[in-house]
Nanobody, 124 residues
Framework: QVQLTESGGGLVQAGGSLRLSCAAS????????MGWFRQAPGKEREFVAA????????VYLDSAKGRFTISRDNAKNTMYLQMNSLKPEDTAVYYC?????????????????WGQGTQVTVSS
């Protein structure tokens, strides 16, 4: 089992950057495929990015490609989401999640463990 805690959210102007972190407890972090999701008010939870256990393979939401970068440091039990060129439509609560299939998954229901979320607000 793994427990996840996000940090790094905040208020930023359009065009700015933020780096989110997801700290995991437990000794098996490196065995999980990890993902970032987001949920804006009144909307469904949306996939943003995912990364395999070794960090070799990644997948992104189309609107995040070229602006967001997912990465992980298994020695630190931490995953990151570097977000550049932020837009007001990126405003949401961002969640990190973990699943043990070893495959890149983009559906929220495929993830077993979730953090509490961190708010990202982008002002225009």
């Amino acid at each position: 089992q793994v427990q996840l805690t996000e940090s790094g959210g905040g208020l930023v102007q359009a065009g700015g950057s933020l780096r989110l972190s997801c700290a995991a407890s437990g000794r098996t972090f490196s065995s999980y495929t990890m993902g970032w999701f987001r949920q804006a008010p009144g909307k469904e939870r949306e996939f943003v990015a995912a990364i395999t256990w070794a960090g070799v393979s990644t997948v992104y939401l189309d609107s995040a490609k070229g602006r967001f970068t997912i990465s992980r440091d298994n020695a630190k039990n931490t995953m990151y989401l570097q977000m550049n060129s932020l837009k007001p439509e990126d405003t949401a609560v961002y969640y990190c999640a973990a699943q043990g299939t070893g495959l890149l998954r983009t559906r929220a229901r495929d993830y077993d463990y979730w953090g509490q979320g961190t708010q990202v607000t982008v002002s225009s």
